[in-house]
């Protein structure tokens, strides 16, 4: 253990002193008296269930089980994609997330990342408050409550768990063991996790806590407290910081901490070292013990917080947890959760759709999370400690939630955004370019788009950064020189058999497409900030994913650093990093969101682009390779990720936006809770991103390309839409004679004059607005279809 340790101690007692004023200054919660809900997790006993009754966190850990909508995934020998969400307790955009593992990501994990819960799982292995990846399965430390005998990580002390009581909702968890007859209840705040074990009679009623595979520092201190670092290189990823202080509720009678011992790769004893009474230990799985007698019934609380240093964790935990009282930290989380739902109400539609709908808007806001209130202080990427003044959010993830996620977040808080946009602002002055996330360049999206919207911020200094990406072939932009000279990216053909998918490729073609979606927003920033000659040559960029598509197939397609075409060619393949990216060649080719009206041109025109699109939606998927992200299927169309999720709305171009209102209809029936649990997701969530597709399609509206201000008409679930803007304006969608079997438009007003255009912008309702859609039994192929009412696009038509 280090010097911070002795730090620590010191300051332990003035800490403590302290804690009710710092908790004074930090709280942001109104707390509310609570029934038995807060104690159970159930809905409150109103006749009408509220948004935060309504809402499940267990929606998303449940894959699809029909095989029609599933494909050929997954592997042999791997689970199928479920949404990978968590269903543990948290705050909007929590700094830390207090959850079950189910899966044990210290022995292998199965999918694409390390998530740490799979409905189906029947074995719980321990809860995590915090100190992990977003998708928490590497969190840590791991705390398992274990009557009788336990046994060291990885192996875990695996117990039974009863489905019937597993409860989740917003800013609650609570399970059965039923191995260990022993109840857990999880709660938290911003900063700090509040787990609640009701034991058995035992003598040996023991909690577990140790760090993961990399391992650490462990310690026990006294008879209340365990604390501890982390190491390892992803440890110092972590926003909440590698250190952590648990303390108990109540003296434990017995300790012992224990470690793997890797250089002994034996069976059975000598694998382990495990001794009672001693205080310290380091090493890989570091860890201890506590041990407690216990009368049946009777219950010992955890709370836990992390930190940069012992003592950023433990001022954390006592600024923000100053007692014991479960109920009440519930209540503030539970309160956070409704006042952020209660901003969208919905009338209609059925018990079911409104769980899904709440449950996904939920899901929404768990990213980006925030690092720093204002006044807190945070380490920045070059390991920096600093004071934010404003509140710090960590980084987005652009090509997931950048496509969807972040137009609601404008929608319902424009305040958070210019938060968001700082925060990537203030990483890009850190380490000189603006953050991009694993494909493309989307960062712009946010802050076209939020200009687009109204939204005010120094976007002159973003402008800098975002130039900079684009124009530095040193940059994050991969391949980018490549692109600047051709003006597409090339693809090399796999030295050995492609399916199944080979994935050490360029996904050179999908790149360009992704370039060049970047450049047309990048375009319009630098034509808003007078800057006349970048804003062209963006603009002609913007158009190089024609280079990329090849007329004699009709559909984008990679090419050889000579320029010829890749051949053979399959449009039904899955490519992963071969020419695409984690999808088709049927995927990939609506991936044009800037120039919907320039791909139609390229296709032929409106008959030709509708029965390219006709055929995305009903040519069988019958690929000899397997992508693993490619579940959710409608044809050759893949909900479960993100290259097409788009492409249902692209009727409104071409005059059939009848033909989008039934595809949003079946999607959000088929491919969403469709599944024995009613919770299946059609693949991964990545952090809100097909959460928020759900949210947004089930209001009746899209934003096809978020760096735009449009948005594209669909077909509402329910009967009444009402969203409460953050500008005390409220924007509400009435659909009337709506119901299942009438999913089509025949009509539409807003605010009392007739409206034919199958979109909006953001401006029609950013000050209130009323649309009122009149819903029918057949398609009214007139309403929409004049081209004149088109949405914009790059491209003119040139019909």
Known sequence: MNSSLERFRRRTSSIRKRHTVLAIALATFTIGGIGAHAQNGNASPSTT?????????????????????????????????????????????????????????????????????????????????????????????????????????PDYAQSYYDKASEKASPGYYTVDLATFHTRVELTATQWTSLMRFTFPASHRSNIVVNLRRLGGDVEVVGDHTLRGVATGERSKDDSDGPWFVAEFSRPFASFGTFRAIHENQGYGIGDEDVQAGRRTVSGSYAGAYVTFDTQAGEQVLVKIAHGHSADEAEQRLHAENLDWDFERVHAQARAAWAQLLDRVEVTGGTPKQRMLFYSTLYHSFASPRLEARKGERFTDMDGHVQVADYNRYGPVPFWDTGRNQIALLMLLEPQVVQGIM??????????????????????????????????PFDYAAAYTYLRKNATDPNGPRNYLAEYMKNGWISDIIPPENPSPPYAGGKAGAATTLEYAWDDHALADVARRLGKT?????????????????????????????????????????????????????????????????????????????????????????????????????????????????????????????????????????????????????????????????????????????PSSPDYILGSPIFDKIRLHMENGKVFEIIARNNSAQNMYIQSATLNGKPWTKPWFSHADVANGATLVLIMGPEPNKAWGADPADAPPSMSVNRQ
């Open 49 to 153: 269930p509220t948004a935060v009754d309504e809402a499940n966190p267990l929606v998303g850990t449940a894959p699809l089980d029909q095989q029609a909508l599933i494909g050929n995934a997954p592997p042999p020998g791997e689970p199928l994609y479920s949404g990978m969400t968590s269903p543990g307790a948290s705050l909007p955009q929590s700094s830390t997330e207090t959850a079950p593992v189910n899966v044990n990501v210290d022995l292998s994990y199965p999918t694409g990342v390390a998530a740490p819960y799979y409905y189906s799982n029947p074995t719980m292995i321990g809860f995590t408050g915090g100190g992990g990846s977003t998708y928490g399965g590497r969190a840590g430390p791991m705390i398992m409550p274990v009557v009788g005998d336990w046994t060291m990580p």
């Open 422 to 455: 700082r925060s990537e602002l203030d990483r890009a002055r850190e380490h000189d370019y603006m953050d991009t996330s694993f494909h493309g360049d989307h960062a712009v999206f946010l802050y076209d788009g939020a200009w687009q919207r109204g939204i």
């Open 533 to 705: 000659e970048d804003a062209q040559m963006f603009l002609r960029r913007a158009a190089n994913y024609r280079n990329v598509f090849d007329p004699s197939v009709g559909f984008v397609r990679g090419r050889t650093a000579d320029g010829k075409w890749i051949s053979p060619f399959d449009p039904g393949e899955p490519y992963y990093n071969f020419m695409m990216k984690e999808a088709s060649g049927w995927s990939t080719l609506w991936l044009v969101p800037h120039d919907v009206q320039g791909l139609m041109n390229l296709l032929g025109g409106r008959a030709a682009f509708n029965a390219k699109l006709d055929a995305f939606f009903s040519t069988p998927y019958r690929a000899k390779g397997i992508c693993r992200d490619c579940t959710g299927m409608i044809g050759e169309y893949v909900q479960g990720n993100q290259p097409d999720q788009q492409a249902a709305y692209l009727y409104a171009w071409s005059g059939q936006p009848w033909k989008t209102q039934a595809l949003i209809r079946r999607i959000l029936a088929d491919l969403y809770g469709s599944d024995a649990s009613g919770y299946g997701f059609p693949g991964m969530d990545d952090q809100g991103s097909t959460s928020s597709w759900y949210v947004l399609s089930a209001m009746g509206f899209y934003p096809v390309d």
